[in-house]
C-alpha cells in the first residue's frame, strides 16, 4: 500500500497553570480536558465522531482523575463513540509527541484515517511531582542504578558525530540516575556557558511571550477555561471544602511581564546541584522550566481525508526522530534525534524556517542549537517553555502545534519541534507547510 501523507489539522490546550498552588489545583483535569477536546473537534463540524479511529494520550506522573486508560476516560467523557479506541504512552517528557508519532505512523500506513493526541500532566511543587506510598523492601528503587557498564560510563563511538566537546570525565564517573536540575548544570559545565548567558536567554523567553501574547498570536491555541480559585490554609494547604470565586484562565501562569536580568541574577542557584567538576552552580528557578498543570490536544489525519472533508490543515508531518544521550546531559537529547528526524526527512538544517525548542532549561537549548547548527532567531519566536510552562507529559503537542501555528503565520517551509527527555534521550518532529 502506498505511505500517505499525514497532516496536522489543528491544535488547542488549555493554558498552562503552575503546579501545586495554580488555578488548576482545585480543578479536575478531565474537565479540563473535556473542554480542550470538545472545542478542537467542535471547530470541524464536518468531521464526524464516527470517523476517529484512534485517540492516544501522553502522561509521566500519572494524574489520579484519570481512571483506567487515561485517554479512554477523556474519550467517552468527551461524547465520543465506542468505535473511537484509545491508548496511553508515557516516554517522559516526550509522551505527547511520542503518541503524535504513534498517530501519524497508523496513519502512514493506512491502518486509520483520523486521529487525535493528547497530552496531560498534573505536577506538585518539585520536579516531576508525585508522592506516593512508602517504599518496602520489594517497591523500593533498585540500588543497582546507580551502577553502570564500561559502554554506559564511557562516550559513545558516535559522540563526535554529534557533539563538537567531549563530556567531561568527572560527569561520565557520576551516577546516571539524577536529578534534571544536576543534568542542566553538567550541560552548563560541558559546554562553559555562563550563569549570565542562562539568565538573558530566559529574559528573551518571556519578553517574546509578552510580545506573542500582546499580538493575539495564541488566540485559538489555548482555550479559556472558567474554574475555581483553589483555597489554601496559612500553612499552604489546600481547603478542597471551600470554594473559590470564578475565574477564567487564558494565560499561561509560567509567564512574568517585566522579568529583567537584574531580578534573575539575584536569584538564588537551586539548593541540591552540585558541580561535578568544581566550577560554579549556575541553575536558578528563573533559568529553569515551572512545574505545571495542563492538557493539550492535536488533530491528525490523512491529507487525502482532509482533502476529502475540505479542511485547511497547519501543516504535513515530514519526519520524526528518538535520539539517545548520556542521562547525566540529558538536556543535550534534542541533538540526535533533529538530526534523525532531518534525515527522515530529508533537509538539513538550514532548510528549517522555525523552531519550537522545549525550554526544560535555558542550558540545554544553547549548546543544541549552536551543534544542530540552527540561527538563533528562528527558535522559539513567540516565547518558550521557561515563560509558557512545562507540564511534562503535555508538552510535546504543544509544541508541534505552536511551531505549526507559526510556520503558517510566518509563511515559511519546515519547521522543527524538539525537546529532551528524562532518563537520557530527546525527541524531534519536522513538519513542512501543505
Do not use: W
Not at 552548563?188 to 548567558?197: D, L
Amino acid at each position: 500500500m502506498e505511505m500517505q501523507n499525514v497532516v496536522i489539522v489543528d491544535g488547542a490546550r488549555s493554558a498552562f497553570a503552575r503546579g501545586g498552588r495554580g488555578a488548576f489545583t482545585a480543578t479536575r483535569l478531565d474537565t479540563i480536558g473535556v473542554q480542550v477536546l470538545q472545542e478542537l473537534l467542535g471547530r470541524y463540524p464536518q468531521l464526524s465522531p464516527h470517523d476517529i479511529e484512534d485517540v492516544g494520550m501522553g502522561c509521566v506522573g500519572g494524574v489520579t482523575e484519570l481512571a483506567g486508560i487515561g485517554a479512554n476516560h477523556i474519550v467517552r467523557l468527551a461524547g465520543l463513540p465506542e468505535s473511537v479506541c484509545t491508548f496511553d504512552s508515557n516516554r517522559q517528557c516526550g509522551s505527547s509527541m511520542e503518541t503524535m508519532h504513534r498517530v501519524a505512523q497508523e496513519i502512514m500506513v493506512g491502518a486509520i484515517d483520523v486521529g487525535v493526541a493528547l497530552g496531560v500532566e498534573r505536577m506538585g511543587r518539585q520536579l516531576g511531582g508525585g508522592g506516593g506510598a512508602e517504599p518496602t523492601r520489594i517497591t523500593e528503587f533498585n540500588q543497582d542504578r546507580h551502577n553502570m557498564t564500561e559502554d554506559q560510563r564511557n562516550l559513545a563511538p558516535s559522540h563526535n558525530l554529534d557533539f563538537s566537546v567531549p563530556i567531561p570525565d568527572e560527569i561520565l564517573d557520576s551516577s546516571p540516575v539524577t536529578s534534571m536540575l544536576q543534568t542542566a548544570q553538567n550541560v552548563a559545565e560541558m559546554y562553559n556557558i555562563s550563569r549570565e548567558e542562562l539568565d538573558e536567554f530566559a529574559v528573551e523567553s518571556h519578553r517574546k511571550y509578552g510580545e506573542a501574547l500582546a499580538s493575539g498570536f495564541y488566540e485559538g491555541e489555548i482555550v479559556p477555561i472558567e474554574v475555581e480559585r483553589p483555597v489554601f490554609d496559612e500553612e499552604g494547604n489546600l481547603l478542597l471544602d471551600e470554594r473559590g470565586e470564578k475565574t477564567v484562565v487564558s494565560v499561561d501562569e509560567g509567564f512574568r511581564p517585566g522579568t529583567n536580568f537584574e531580578g534573575l541574577s539575584g536569584l538564588r542557584t537551586v539548593r541540591g546541584t552540585v558541580s561535578h567538576t568544581q566550577s560554579e552552580i549556575r541553575i536558578t528557578a528563573g533559568n529553569s522550566c515551572p512545574t505545571n498543570d495542563g492538557f493539550t490536544a492535536a488533530l491528525l489525519m490523512s491529507e487525502r481525508k482532509a482533502d476529502e472533508l475540505g479542511l485547511e490543515p497547519l501543516a504535513r508531518i515530514a519526519g520524526f526522530g528518538v535520539g539517545g544521550v548520556k542521562p547525566q546531559v540529558m538536556g543535550l537529547g534534542p541533538i540526535p534525534a533533529t538530526r534523525k528526524a532531518m534525515a527522515h526527512a530529508g533537509i538539513d538544517a538550514s532548510e528549517i524556517d522555525r523552531v519550537e525548542f522545549n525550554e526544560a532549561f535555558a542550558a540545554q537549548v544553547i549548546p543544541s542549537v549552536k551543534e544542530l547548527g540552527i540561527d538563533m532567531d528562528k527558535v522559539n519566536v513567540n516565547g518558550g517553555s521557561l515563560a509558557i510552562g512545562h507540564p511534562l507529559g503535555a508538552t510535546g503537542t504543544r509544541l508541534v502545534t505552536t511551531v505549526a501555528r507559526e510556520l503558517k503565520r510566518s509563511g515559511g517551509q519546515y519547521g522543527l519541534a524538539t525537546q529532551c527527555i528524562g532518563a537520557g534521550m530527546g525527541i524531534s518532529t519536522i513538519i513542512e507547510a501543505v
